[in-house]
């Protein structure tokens, strides 16, 4: 069913609401004293579990236009996305800032206490390189190859719910719930894991 540009308009401004809403949430609890004991790791989980959850909805809309034939539901795939790569992007600012203090020197002895950091800084690294070109006019630049790096999203996909599985030290039913949702979208998705085998496949014939 195809929606109409005020539906596909109202769309947007409700995924704008969820992805700013809980921003706003967040910078009220910080100011009123009520983030946690220790309000550095409370905003560096929040914004963290923020990417997360947008992943999620990212992988969860094609299956919801698909099985509802609301293809309209598309438009708002690449917003959610960059929402992702945003709350991604004030968890790093967070982790560096207010934990690390800016003190580069730290960063590699935390690494060794806390590998995890490497997966998520790698899908970091790949969301920022899906944000910078999602925009159209890349898009038709990049042809073929722009679906073939978008298709990056399905490893991001892993990496986050790892990271954030490996981070927790006891409290890992949430971790595991997030494993097993993306598992699920993923295979879902099980054709899609040709990412790499069309070249292998095409160096045969």
């Known amino acids: 069913m195809r929606l109409s540009t005020k539906k596909i308009f109202s769309i947007k401004i409700f995924a704008h609401l969820t992805g700013m809403l809980p921003l706003l949430y967040l910078l009220l609890k910080v100011l009123e004293g009520q983030a946690g004991g220790d309000p550095v790791q409370y905003i560096i989980h929040f914004t963290g579990m923020g990417a997360l959850n947008s992943v999620v909805l990212t992988l969860l809309i094609s299956p919801l236009a698909k099985q509802f034939k609301l293809g309209g539901l598309l438009n708002v795939r690449r917003l959610v996305g960059l929402y992702a790569f945003s709350y991604a992007s004030l968890h790093v600012l967070a982790f560096f800032s207010l934990d690390l203090l800016f003190a580069w020197s730290l960063f590699f002895s935390e690494v060794a206490k806390r590998p995890y950091i490497l997966l998520g800084l790698l899908a970091y690294?790949?969301?920022?390189?899906?944000?910078?070109?999602?925009?159209?006019?890349?898009?038709?630049?990049?042809?073929?190859?722009?679906?073939?790096?978008?298709?990056?999203?399905?490893?991001?996909?892993?990496?986050?719910?790892?990271?954030?599985?490996?981070?927790?030290?006891?409290?890992?039913?949430?971790?595991?719930?997030?494993?097993?949702?993306?598992?699920?979208?993923?295979?879902?998705r099980v054709k899609k894991f040709n990412i790499f085998s069309s070249k292998k496949t095409a160096s045969r014939q």
């Open 125 to 188: 690294v790949l969301l920022m390189a899906l944000a910078l070109t999602s925009f159209s006019h890349i898009k038709r630049k990049m042809r073929g190859h722009w679906q073939k790096l978008h298709n990056w999203i399905y490893v991001i996909a892993v990496l986050v719910p790892i990271h954030f599985y490996w981070s927790v030290k006891s409290e890992v039913i949430e971790p595991s719930l997030y494993l097993l949702t993306l598992f699920i979208l993923l295979c879902i």
